[in-house]
């Protein structure tokens, strides 16, 4: 909403929740060149919210990561820990993480990092935890300050979960992927096409089969984040645009 236009291009980077967030009505689309969105399941609602762009300068480019940095880790594998990297607030299903937690088998553990944004979530997820036995077996961790930190967090976990009712290309999902760890994923608007269908339920009967089940290959999730969402081959489409 400039006056006027300061820079070459305008392009906006759209990932989930700006689209909820009612900021496709305040922006003044006469002045954008293009807009990018990490999943493209959100460009009919975006549209029908206030976006105003011709489909040629919409483009769908996901989120990638730097796998120079996010190394493979030796180690993980069929295990019983399962992780969950994500704030405590109403965007991320936290009523189905404690579900699934509840259905899995007793030697498996739930273990979460993240902000706390809201603290009715986690009076609800500690009721439940205090009131039940599986409840023993959920671990907090406090919000995790660089990579580094959550490369080491993750180093003796054996499944990323995202229990969201949406989201854009979650990047956590993408570097818990890419050190070699088993994704579980709901099927939130988009989810199919940004990961094999493999690895993303609908159900809590689908999430434990996912987890327990004996298929696991680490080499698998690294290299489909190498194929499909590294840092050297995504970020020269945007480039080239």
């Known amino acids: 909403n400039l006056p006027v236009k300061r820079c070459k291009k305008y392009i906006v980077y759209i990932r989930g929740y700006e689209v909820f967030g009612d900021y496709m009505k305040q922006i003044d689309w006469t002045k954008i060149d293009d807009v990018i969105f990490t999943n493209d399941a959100y460009i009919g609602l975006a549209k029908h919210l206030g976006m105003k762009m011709p489909d040629n300068r919409i483009h769908w480019i996901p989120n990638a990561i730097d ?17 969950l990297l994500a704030n405590i607030n109403h965007k991320k299903g936290l009523g ?32 439940l935890a205090n009131e039940n036995e599986w409840g023993k ?12 930190e959550i490369m080491d967090w993750l180093k003796d976990k054996d499944y990323i979960i995202s229990t969201s009712p949406t989201e854009g290309c979650p990047n956590c999902i993408l570097e818990a992927m890419a050190l070699g760890i088993k994704p579980v994923i709901h099927n939130w608007a988009g989810a199919k096409r940004l990961f094999p269908e493999e690895f993303v339920f609908n159900t809590i009967d689908e999430a434990k089969r996912i987890i327990i089940e004996d298929k696991y290959d680490s080499m698998v999730y690294r290299k489909l984040i ?13 480039e080239r645009g």
């Not at 007793?106 to 993240?114: K, P």
């Not at 499909?228 to 020269?236: A, E, L, Q």
């Open 67 to 83: 796998l120079d940095l996010w190394k493979f880790q030796e180690g993980h594998n069929k295990g019983n820990k399962v992780a």
């Open 96 to 127: 189905l993480l404690m579900q699934i937690l509840a259905v899995l088998p007793e030697n498996y553990e739930l273990h979460i990092a993240g902000l706390m944004q809201d603290w009715r979530y986690w009076t609800y997820m500690c009721h």
């Open 137 to 148: 077996r959920m671990v907090y961790q406090q919000f995790l300050k660089s990579a580094e």
């Open 226 to 238: 190498e194929d499909k969402y590294d840092v050297k081959k995504i970020y020269p489409q945007i």
